[in-house]
């Protein structure tokens, strides 16, 4: 029998980019368009910052100074981890086979009824604006 979860060595290498086997892809769907997808990939990716930054502090400074080298620096990689969370995980989601528009389907479940709402009182949203209908920026 196949595994389904992957081991702790696995995990860590698919973190930060390698592809799990494809006995694992309901774990992956999962773990990057399931709940708290969001919060895992800022975990994630907020780590390899720290961990390049932490060195710094060991240099004779004041705390101003190491706040000063550091904390821009590292807020800034927050920043673009989040904004470009859903791109990152639509990859990801492409290179173990899935679809990568189920980044938006919690966003979809949760608008549902406003879609629905939409359509009965103006009616069906017409073909060609069916590229509109997921956050893919390409």
Do not use: C
Not at 115 to 133: C, I, L, M, T, V
């Amino acid at each position: 029998m196949a595994a389904t979860q992957p081991s702790r060595i696995q995990r860590l290498l698919y973190a930060y980019g390698k592809r799990l086997p494809d006995s694992m892809r309901e774990w992956v769907t999962n773990d990057l368009a399931g709940p708290g997808a969001i919060r895992r990939h800022m975990i994630r990716y907020s780590i390899p910052p720290a961990l390049l930054l932490a060195p710094l502090w060991l240099l004779p400074a004041s705390l101003y100074v190491h706040l000063e080298m550091t904390v821009p620096i590292y807020i800034w990689a927050v920043i673009m981890g989040y904004v470009l969370n859903k791109v990152w995980r639509r990859h990801r989601l492409a290179q173990h086979g899935l679809d990568p528009n189920l980044v938006d389907a919690i966003n979809r479940e949760k608008n549902a009824r406003l879609h629905e709402d939409y359509a009965r009182r103006f009616g069906a949203r017409p073909e060609e604006a069916k590229w509109q209908s997921n956050s893919s920026p390409f």
